[in-house]
């Protein structure tokens, strides 16, 4: 017999997966989602509850960074299992009164979903019961403009998250998308991208002798190549 634990248990949405669909109500009206976003790349990220310290600096980061992930053709979308009213009065408080690492008067003007049933949070494997059966954990979800999950990263709920490396990550799946390589640990805009390992004897041998380009190969399957930081900016615009 499943134990109670095990019958609340929901496949997880995986990498390559579309995103789950529903509709909810947000700060900022109703939404279809992802529909509504297509064309667009979307963070969906979930936060453990309104009127918190953690979830207080992540928003104002996050509000005070808006531009440069809307520069990047993204969209972001918070989530917690709260209601729409604790929402919009959290919302004003954080404009009217917290003042946090030089930030101030920063008004969330991206969608904070209401959640109180849990329906999406569950949807989205943000409920994890090992850490808390009545909050999200910090929950980050990259789609693409084709509503497909493209990267999941989840934090426990006494974790801040690292903005930087969020949109870090951001950059570098659509550098992935637009350049046909990979990038390398650390990798920022600028910086030597992974070449496709090469698929024949033939391209392995082309490319030690240098062959192949301008490349430079520290073994057969190991390859990188120069992207200037300018040319990755550009095609972001696209």
């Known amino acids: 017999m499943e134990t109670n634990q095990e019958q609340k248990c929901v496949s997880m949405p995986r990498i390559n997966d579309p995103a789950p669909s529903f509709k909810a109500v947000t700060t900022q009206g109703p939404i279809n989602f992802p529909e509504d976003f297509k064309g667009s790349w979307v963070i969906l990220f979930s936060h453990p509850a309104d009127f918190t310290p953690v979830c207080t600096s992540e928003f104002m980061t996050f509000a005070h960074m808006e531009k440069q992930f809307n520069d990047a053709n993204c969209k972001l979308v918070g989530l917690s299992v709260d209601g729409l009213y604790s929402h919009i009065a959290w919302l004003r408080t954080i404009k009217e009164k917290i003042v946090y690492k030089g930030m101030k008067d920063i008004e969330v003007t991206f969608p904070l979903i209401e959640d109180i049933t ?121």
Not at 177 to 199: E, K, L
Not at 205 to 220: A, L, P
Request: charged letters at 25%; proline letters at 6%.
């Open 118 to 238: 849990m329906e999406v949070a569950n949807k989205y494997g943000m409920i994890q019961p090992g850490e808390s059966s009545t909050k999200a954990v910090r929950a980050v979800f990259f789609i693409d403009p084709k509503g497909i999950i493209r990267a999941i990263i989840y934090y426990p709920l006494s974790l801040g998250r690292n903005f930087d490396e969020l949109h870090r990550v951001l950059i570098a799946l659509q550098t992935a998308d637009n350049f046909g390589i990979a990038t390398p640990a650390d990798w920022r805009p600028g910086d030597d991208v992974i070449v496709p390992t090469a698929g024949s004897c033939g391209t392995a041998k082309n490319r030690m002798e240098g062959k192949e380009g301008e490349m430079t190969c520290h073994d057969w399957f190991f390859c990188t190549k120069k992207l200037p930081k300018e040319k990755v900016l550009e095609a972001l615009k696209k």
